[in-house]
């Protein structure tokens, strides 16, 4: 074969040539000692090719073929500058097009969608489409499913419904049939993506998992190719490569001089066929970061074709993912593998506490999102045909699903001061921009919202955007109540427009707003709140200098020395909350240096300096405020409101108060740390995607997991089932019990070591060598707060109770104005919009629907069991009849659709599935 005269590539100056990369990547070496020592134990190729090798008979399963699958692998800014990257996809691309149709034996996968977005954004020849898709139809080359390589830990759960969207949008234009996903260069993945893939007809997942840190699933090497089984029962097929997206490079060696690569894929072979892999053909990946697709031509093809030419057995065939599953399936049948259920994810997602204010702003968007296509999708269903800004929509989920892929800003190897600064911008505008855009899509509906209401006078509408009643406080200001017209008098009462009670106001300490509870506001539904005039405005709180406040529930008392909470007494259940005996105090501030948070799991207080406490009483809430003199936290509120039992905490940190992190120490990691008196025999939940996770039974073993990643809560047992509710906004990562990653993750005390900082200040530059930056987050404030709520019961755990309580908190009651009288189609002063029967099922957004839909007419409501519970069959109502409805698949798949009663809507749901439902308005036509 002759050789193709190729340029350069890129994987040598980034992965061999960089000195600054050689440099982080021992110190990286140095740092991760001890978890490198424990793996290098294993002595195989595969990492058990210690034991003895089995003895031969003639019913042993050999193997037969190895498909060698190229790709690119997708590092959003790794290691190639944004700006630099999206030209790229245009080259690779062409590249692989040309190479394809010049070589008979020459595949290519398309490892991630965004890749072929880029492609396409930059294509202008429909003849280069056209060669493309001629390719995809001809198998030669094969798209995969995922949007890109996620932190799934990370995910919102309407995110994760929508992470195949993109992919479908070729399905339907190209009339592709994408059956395989790729999870590359992450330790593993959430237990929510068997459902996510399964539902949209996605039926293999090729993990290439990166284990160089710890992670490696404990499974034996005859189940590296394996039916995963997700939370709700849903199945995948699924094939890992343990030595990640890489190993056709540096583990099989296929582009080395021939008898290296002869040995190494020989080696591999005893490796699988001496510890009982079953099947007669094994799957290699090989590619690089951000590299090109030239990389298996040349020596690698001519390898290949001599090792065949030298062997029967096995053959290796470069091929696509498709290839492989399609051939194991046909020789084994869809049920010829074991079953393994379980979690994988959680130890890289720790890299986002770098980016406080990202993170926080992604995880609003997460939540907000939803909320405004919610009540988007029920205006349309009372007013079909009005504008429903769907493009806007879909654009902020994908750059939701950008923030979440594993590369992120900051950190990246071989790029130069001002790549690395340029990244960061990158990242922090798309971040900004779709918390903005969600943000403003709620306002407006809940406008339009208020114009939809029945009223007979000027209101204040308080809306409830989640599926089941809640009482909670709500604020508005001096300037918003000016806009109900003859309110401005000199006194004036709030009164609830449906019992004609009045609520009790409370005004703010500055006198420019008030909050007040709003009680059993419904389901996805509104309150409406008068006023009238009285003899006095709402007065501010008495402050006192004192160290303790209560409500109904609670008791809370401080260390007026300290800062420290040192008592909650659950007043109902008669139960102390905070362990006193705990190494450190309650809500107190705790930080470790990269290798011992990592490694060794030692930490060390943080001062907390001078401290003044002050105390707020009022009808409405009391709250009590710890100001900090030189403590990172330089400011703590604790609120307790009234006739609710929770208590709330809001942590302010400031960015230059926490300690400087050089080359050496390269991060400080920060927790705050709550040791709850629960006992020792105690079981602790975690809230993933889709369902509350157990770290001692619901982790695949040999995973990493001992930093756990929390949606909205966490939940704490003891023995006797009384425990406590923990929410968590704008942090999301939680060690617990000690704070080594390498840690099998069993919990050993009920102490939460929330991870709310990682200040790193440098890294390593291509042009200037090690470089202290200033942010990694131009543009964004220095000040972080951190808000948590804490409940708790008795009676054991309550999934869908410990559900409501942390989503609720996550997306606070909405405030809108009604300025005067008005008809409206929603009846006053009350009403649900979406109204579920039962507790443990809730709606994650009603949307006009995306595909399949093309008068626009088509709504899509989505639901998901939250309770665990076997069988829950619902009743939903709408404030709009239904001509039909039917079961979709989670893509909003019509293919296989399953006609569901109507008016009211009716379904069964079994435990932690989601549904998606496609409806269809009376007032409009058609099916």
């Given at each position: 074969m002759m050789k193709p005269t190729l340029p350069v590539s890129r994987r040598y100056r980034y992965a061999v040539s960089s000195a600054p990369v050689l440099a982080a990547w021992l110190f990286c070496l140095i740092l991760f000692t001890p978890l490198l020592a424990e793996s290098a134990g294993d002595a195989g190729i595969l990492g058990q090719a210690a034991r003895a090798p089995l003895p031969k008979t003639p019913d042993d399963d050999e193997l037969r073929y190895i498909y060698v699958v190229p790709l690119s692998h997708l590092d959003i800014g790794f290691n190639i500058a944004v700006s630099d990257l999206i030209p790229l996809q245009k080259q690779f691309l062409d590249d692989a097009i040309t190479y394809a149709e010049q070589y008979p034996d020459y595949r290519w996968t398309i490892e991630s969608v965004w890749q072929l977005d880029q492609w396409l954004a930059q294509t202008d020849d429909p003849q280069q489409v056209t060669r493309l898709r001629a390719l995809l139809d001809q198998g030669k080359v094969e798209?995969?499913?995922?949007?890109?390589?996620?932190?799934?830990?990370?995910?919102?759960?309407?995110?994760?419904?929508?992470?195949?969207?993109?992919?479908?949008?070729?399905?339907?234009?190209?009339?592709?049939?994408?059956?395989t996903a790729i999870s590359d260069d992450v330790p593993g993945s959430s237990w929510a993506l068997p459902q996510a893939l399964a539902k949209n007809g996605v039926r293999n997942l090729v993990a290439g998992i990166e284990t160089a840190f710890g992670g490696k699933p404990d499974i034996p090497v005859s189940d590296y190719l394996f039916n995963w089984q997700g939370v709700d029962g849903s199945q995948v097929l699924t094939w890992v490569s343990v030595k990640g997206y890489d190993e056709g490079i540096f583990s099989w060696r296929f582009t080395w001089d021939y008898p290296d690569m002869a040995a190494a894929t020989q080696n591999f072979i005893d490796a699988y066929e001496n510890n009982g892999y079953p099947y007669d053909a094994v799957m290699a990946l090989i590619g690089f970061d951000n590299d090109a697709p030239d990389l298996i031509l040349g020596d690698g093809l001519e390898n290949i074709a001599q090792w065949n030419q030298e062997h029967t057995w096995p053959q290796i065939i470069v091929g696509t993912p498709t290839d492989f599953f399609n051939h194991v399936r046909q020789e084994y049948g869809d049920d010829g593998f074991t079953t393994h259920s379980g979690d994988w994810s959680g130890l890289w997602e720790s890299n986002n506490t770098r980016y406080p204010v990202s993170t926080a702003q992604n995880r609003s968007t997460q939540n907000v999102l939803p909320a405004a296509e919610t009540l988007?999708?029920?205006?349309?269903?009372?007013?079909?045909?009005?504008?429903?800004?769907?493009?806007?929509?879909?654009?902020?989920?994908?750059?939701?699903?950008?923030?979440?892929?594993?590369s992120g800003p900051s950190v990246g190897f071989g790029l130069t001061a001002a790549e690395i600064e340029a990244n960061n911008q990158w990242y922090f505008d798309r971040s900004s921009r779709a918390q903005q855009i969600a943000d403003s899509l709620l306002r407006r509906e809940l406008v339009s919202?208020?114009?939809?209401?029945?009223?007979?006078?000027?209101?204040?509408?308080?809306?409830?955007?989640?599926?089941?009643?809640?009482?909670?406080?709500?604020?508005f200001t001096s300037a918003q109540l000016a806009q109900i017209v003859g309110t401005l008098a000199a006194g004036w009462k709030l009164i609830d427009l449906e019992t004609g009670q009045q609520v009790p106001v409370q005004g703010t300490r500055d006198g420019l707003g008030f909050f007040f509870l709003a009680q059993n506001v419904p389901a996805f539904g509104y309150r409406l709140y008068g006023l009238q005039g009285g003899p006095t405005p709402p007065a501010a709180p008495q402050t006192l200098a004192l160290d303790e406040i209560e409500n109904d529930a609670y008791r809370l008392v401080v260390n007026a020395e300290t800062?420290?909470?040192?008592?909650?007494?659950?007043?109902?259940?008669?139960?102390?909350?905070?362990?006193?005996?705990?190494?450190?105090?309650?809500?107190?501030?705790?930080?470790?240096?990269?290798?011992?948070?990592?490694?060794?799991?030692?930490?060390q207080l943080v001062p907390p300096g001078d401290v003044a406490v002050t105390t707020e009483i009022g009808p409405v809430q009391s709250q009590l405020t710890i100001v900090r003199s030189t403590s990172p936290i330089s400011q703590t509120i604790i609120t307790l409101p009234a006739n609710l039992a929770r208590v709330e905490i809001r942590n302010t940190l400031d960015h230059d108060r926490t300690a400087f992190a050089d080359r050496f120490i390269f991060t400080w990691w920060y927790y705050a740390v709550m040791p709850f008196a629960l006992g020792d025999n105690f079981t602790g939940r975690f809230q993933g995607p889709n369902g509350w996770l157990n770290p001692q039974v619901d982790w695949i073993p040999g995973t990493g997991h001992n930093s756990r990643v929390i949606r909205h809560g966490s939940d704490l047992r003891a023995a006797d089932g009384f425990g406590v509710t923990v929410a968590n906004r704008e942090s999301y990562l939680a060690a617990f019990g000690s704070l080594a990653w390498w840690n099998a993750g069993e919990p050993v005390d009920p102490i939460l070591f929330h991870n709310i900082f990682a200040r790193q200040d440098g890294f390593n530059t291509e042009d200037q060598g090690w470089v202290n930056f200033p942010t990694w987050e131009p543009g964004a404030p220095r000040t972080y707060t951190y808000n948590f709520a804490i409940t708790s019961s008795a009676g054991g755990f309550d999934a869908a109770a410990a559900a409501q309580f942390s989503d609720g908190y996550n997306l606070p009651l909405r405030l809108a104005i009604i300025r005067q009288p008005q008809p409206g189609v929603l009846p006053g002063p009350v009403g649900s919009l979406i109204a579920i029967s039962e507790p443990n099922v809730a709606a994650l957004t009603l949307k006009q629907a995306d595909f399949e839909n093309p008068d626009g007419a088509d709504l899509i409501l989505r639901l998901q069991e939250v309770g665990g519970q076997p069988q829950t069959t619902v009743t939903i109502s709408l404030p709009f009849s239904l001509a039909w409805a039917e079961l979709n698949g989670m893509g909003e798949q019509r293919a296989e659709a399953v006609p569901l009663p109507v008016n009211p809507l009716q379904l069964t749901l079994g435990a932690h599935e989601t549904v998606t439902i496609r409806l269809r308005p009376a007032a409009t036509s058609g099916h």
């Open positions: 798209l995969m499913a995922n949007y890109a390589n996620m932190h799934q830990g990370l995910m919102g759960p309407e995110e994760f419904n929508r992470a195949l969207y993109p992919a479908r949008v070729y399905e339907d234009a190209w009339n592709l049939n994408l059956e988007a999708g029920v205006r349309l269903g009372l007013h079909p045909g009005v504008p429903y800004a769907q493009g806007l929509m879909s654009r902020t989920y994908r750059d939701l699903l950008v923030q979440d892929e594993h919202l208020a114009l939809d209401i029945a009223t007979d006078q000027p209101a204040l509408v308080v809306y409830n955007g989640l599926s089941w009643p809640r009482s909670d406080l709500v604020g800062g420290a909470i040192t008592s909650i007494y659950d007043k109902l259940n008669t139960r102390e909350l905070i362990d006193a005996t705990a190494p450190v105090g309650f809500n107190q501030l705790v930080r470790a240096d990269q290798g011992n948070a990592v490694v060794w799991g030692y930490w």
